[in-house]
């Protein structure tokens, strides 16, 4: 993070012209199924851990750079969450300080699952985003397949949440999850899925297609498992023939080949990263032969 921040402040200016250039080549973008006249673009940004900083400007520099390159490539999307400590209130003191607050697409969640409580713990989340509606507005890792959509869905009534959602990184839930799809058809679901952890495609990616849910995809590095398992290692010919210029743009696009996925947030704190993955989101994607081919590539150096 301290090397994040560092090269958001040294270098944030080239980095903002190299997004921009990028920019010209447009990030595919992916209708939301519930609503199917608003796009957004397949690359955007986590925020847990490498959000958590402190509340000056200079704390916050390299999530700062992030933030405007990300804008600048072309991105919208930034999830965040209460339970990412500092986070929201960094995105929203960001996003505030910068004017950029209609050019963004903000995720966040609930994390008290108290019924009747649901207005006021949003409100409490807007205070720390600076803004008076949220994007999309998730159940943050959901547990018992009995769990009501009832009242954060009530908050898209009451004009706080555009979408709303729910969330699992975890497998051992989800049956609740998908149980929860298949009974609320919520507009939104984040999951953790990555090229080395594959287990959502049996059943849970199946469930938010039929239920018509967007998906966000978060851990997509598969906690960082998969930089280490390619260390050293050359990118390989089917990246050139990908327009993939680095691993990180391989695992992306093996994951937004998926029919199911709208985009991908992966977690960075560095300006560099940020501009990086959003090129995973232009040019042409791998067709089916291709990926289980990368899935090949990556099986050999487990």
């Known amino acids: 993070m301290a090397m994040g ?69 072309g991105a919208t999307l930034i999830d965040t969450a209460p339970s990412y400590q500092n986070a929201e209130a960094v995105v929203g003191a960001i996003v505030a300080e910068s004017n950029l607050r209609s050019r963004v697409f903000i995720s966040t969640k609930l994390e008290r699952f108290r019924p009747g409580e649901e207005e006021a713990e949003t409100k409490e989340l807007l205070v720390r985003l600076k803004t008076d509606k949220v994007d999309l507005l998730h159940l943050h890792n959901v547990r018992a397949a009995d769990q009501s959509m009832a009242g954060v869905n009530a908050l898209k009534a009451k004009g706080l949440c555009r979408y709303t959602g729910v969330t699992t990184t975890f497998e051992r839930d989800y049956p609740a999850c998908e149980a929860i799809v298949k009974r609320e058809k919520p507009d939104f679901v984040e999951l953790d899925y990555a090229i080395n952890n594959r287990e959502a495609e049996d059943r849970l990616l199946p469930a938010c297609i ?55 947030i992966p977690g960075t704190s560095s300006a560099d990263h940020m501009i990086d993955n959003m090129d995973a989101g232009r040019g042409r994607m791998p067709d089916a032969k291709e990926r289980a081919e990368m899935q090949k590539i990556m099986e050999a150096f487990a």
């Open 5 to 73: 921040a560092a090269a958001g402040a040294g270098l944030l200016a080239p980095q903002l012209a190299e997004a921009g250039a990028a920019a010209q080549r447009p990030m595919i973008r992916r209708a939301i199924p519930h609503n199917r006249s608003e796009t957004i673009p397949v690359v955007g940004v986590g925020t847990s851990i490498v959000f958590n900083t402190g509340l000056d400007p200079a704390a916050r520099a390299g999530p700062t750079a992030v933030v405007k390159a990300l804008v600048a490539g």
């Open 210 to 264: 039929d239920a018509g849910s967007a998906v966000l995809v978060a851990l997509p590095f598969g906690r960082g498992r998969v930089f280490r398992n390619a260390l050293d290692k050359p990118l390989p010919p089917l990246a050139k023939e990908l327009e993939c210029a680095t691993w990180a743009q391989f695992f992306l696009k093996w994951i937004l080949a998926h029919p199911a996925i709208t985009a991908v």
